[in-house]
């Protein structure tokens, strides 16, 4: 019963009861930070990092087709009768798309049917990734080509016409310019 008394003690006395309440809020944040820190799952904050490194990536892979893409054209068309020096400018309607793999797992009880759809995972070395079943390249919208030679209505015909024919785009779409 003795603390039974000090505590009583220290209720009657004003400016230890504040003293005493604020260090124990103090305490009370501590532990909750520490509690916190403690039980967070780590695994969540690293496939936060692994899913933004792999939008990263695939952002690179998606400008690294389109620089394989303009590189042969810009060889190719050099090949041709009186055109040399090209270069080749392509635009996109929008990004390359990656289609997921998911797992799903249905059940059925008497009146309804639920599906859970969770990403289908590939794990090396502890680096977990999504395995991708298909990419869908980004479409072409349009073309500029700057080229030596370019200056006769016949071959920037011709230049317009096998660009045109090798991105499925529309003629009017790609747009040939002597260089200087």
Known sequence: MNYLET?????????????????????????????????????????????????????????????????????????????????????????????IVYNTKEETTQDEKSVEKTVAYNEENGKKSAIVESVELPKVEGAIVVARGADSVDIRSKVANAIANVLDVPVYKVQVFEKE
């Not at 087709?65 to 020096?85: M, N, V």
């Open 7 to 99: 505590l009583k003690n220290i209720a009657k006395d004003k400016k230890k009861r504040t003293e005493n309440i604020v260090f124990m809020i103090i305490l009370l944040v501590i532990l909750l930070v520490a509690i916190n820190y403690i039980f967070t799952d780590k695994s969540d904050k690293k496939s936060n990092i692994d899913t933004s490194s792999e939008n990263i990536n695939s952002n690179k892979e998606n400008t690294n087709i389109s620089d394989a893409t303009e590189k042969k054209l810009e060889i190719i068309l050099s090949q041709i009768s009186g055109i040399s020096d090209v270069s080749v400018v392509l635009t996109y309607s929008n990004d390359a798309k990656q289609n």
